[in-house]
């Protein structure tokens, strides 16, 4: 028996048909828009794992053979069970981490590798987070599960093109989990912005894992940088990318074109990806400081809630985050020049009172001794 389902988000992701263009050509105006090409001068992904809770990964896929370590179900921890391939979780690993073989989509850090962990299939087009069974512990549910196996196992980001309306408090532990052992996370918003609540209340409903503090909240955006119509626009948005037009891969092979924030949480994901590679030891709060400091078409009022900080620059978002590594922070000097050069400080006085003011002062209570003794004197010998 389950317990009450919670509201699903609305569909994350809508695919359309390809046009008969290289699908390299119809990916650029992505690539540019993320300014990736740049970046890759910098960083590829190289070891780095991006776990993708979403539906299975079709290993097949020539962009993503041997690039695909496949988890258990993450639906229950009872029962062992092997979730057929999806294609929403195909097309966001390959946006992710697509090599780019024969000509075909590469991803945004092709060199780095896939973590699948299925939790949903594309039964549902809402692409939500199942609801727990009643009687499982709090860190049993799902996303929970999801999140702790991803981290024990190597994961460095976790992209969750998933959602549901409600927060559950073992998934924010399992998130607090997650970003304590250095994981960058990184969500879709949601796709609620022309829902009837949006129109009423003029912001839409929050969708988690999204929500939770911590998590990379992204917004989906058109060619021209603009925040798509369907985008949800709330304060858990934190950046943008784009999700209108962006080129997917199919089951099998082929392409098609997908429309959602699912895909813009991907393609943030493999920057965050680019980032951990260059930068391994750089905290989640840090990369995603870097991401949002660095973002191109921020809002006139430095930050709103339809794009966030502005689309993701992944170039711009490395040299971020070069800056908050501190690697020049420290100025050069010679060997023991601890704080570069100049003239020594002196050295301190010894602590306690100054002995030439006391051999001065003890000299003059002396002289004074006398002299007072000196005036006795005299004055007895004038009254005899």
Same mark, same amino acid.
């Given at each position: #028996? ?35 090409? +740049? ?249 995603? +400081? ?50 570069? +050069? ?15 003011? #006391? ?26």
């Amino acid at each position: #028996m389950l317990t009450a389902v919670r509201a699903l988000a609305a569909a994350l992701l809508v695919f359309t048909g390809v046009d008969a263009d290289p699908v390299r050509e119809q990916q650029q105006w992505v690539l540019d828009a993320l300014n990736v090409e +740049q970046a890759w001068t910098v960083s590829k992904g190289a070891g780095v794992t991006v776990a993708v809770i979403d539906s299975g990964v079709d290993t097949g896929v020539k962009e993503l053979k041997g690039r695909v370590n496949a988890g258990p179900d993450m639906t229950s921890s009872a029962i062992a069970r092997e979730l057929p391939p999806g294609k929403h979780g195909t097309a966001m690993a390959a946006l992710i981490a697509g090599s780019g073989a024969d000509d075909g989509l590469i991803g945004v850090a092709p060199e780095s590798r896939i973590l699948s962990l299925p939790m949903v299939t594309d039964d549902d087009p809402s692409i939500g987070i199942p609801p727990v069974e009643e009687g499982e512990t709090a860190s049993e549910s799902p996303l929970a599960r999801a999140l702790r196996y991803a981290t024990n196992h190597g994961a460095k980001v976790i992209s969750m093109s998933i959602g549901s309306y409600g927060p559950v408090k073992s998934e924010r532990e399992a998130v607090s989990y997650a970003l304590d052992k250095g994981v960058v996370l990184v969500a879709a918003v949601g796709n609620d912005g022309l829902s009837d609540y949006a129109k009423e209340n003029g912001t839409s409903y929050w969708s988690f894992p999204a929500g939770y503090p911590g998590v990379i909240g992204v917004a989906a955006t058109d060619k021209q940088g603009r925040r798509a119509t369907f985008s949800s626009d709330n304060l858990s948005v934190l950046v943008g990318a784009p999700g209108v037009g962006v080129p997917v891969v199919k089951l099998k092979s082929g392409y098609e074109l997908s429309e959602g924030t699912s895909s813009a949480a991907a393609l943030v994901s493999g920057v965050a990806a680019l980032i951990k590679s260059r930068y391994p030891n750089l905290p989640p709060e840090q990369v995603a +400081q870097a991401l949002a400091s660095s973002a191109r078409g921020r809002p006139a009022i430095g930050y709103d809630d339809q794009t966030g900080f502005g689309v993701v620059d992944a170039a711009a978002a490395l040299n971020a985050a070069k800056r908050l590594t501190g690697v020049q922070r420290a100025a050069p000097g010679p060997d023991k020049a601890h704080f570069g +050069q100049g003239e020594d400080s002196p050295v301190p006085s010894p602590p306690g009172p100054d002995p030439l003011r #006391m051999w001065l002062y003890g000299g003059g209570v002396l002289v004074a001794l006398i002299t007072f003794c000196g005036a006795i004197v005299v004055l007895n010998q004038r009254r005899q």
